[in-house]
């Protein structure tokens, strides 16, 4: 089945990038998590911080400062560098 992954950020033209492979296993990967400062994403980001950390995972918390805009670019390099994957809440 093909899928299309749209990214929601503004583009004036679509990108092709490639699929990352998944990862095997969650044991001694870091996982970052990436709260957007939108109303009530931490709440969900504790549930997956307590699921992941019991696959294995190491768990790293991270927080844009606000929704409107992107991460900094500090902060996307920081995640990059610290983690084998990232999950981005978006809960409202």
Known sequence: MKRTLL???DESAAAN???VPRLATLSGV??????????RGDLFLDRLE????GLGAEVRRYKKPTFTKPAPVDLRQQVAVECGAVIEALAD
């Open 30 to 39: 870091t996982v970052g998590l990436l709260d957007i400062s939108k109303p």
């Open 17 to 19: 990038r490639a699929r």
């Open 7 to 9: 990214d929601p950020t």
């Open 50 to 53: 307590q699921k992941l950390a």
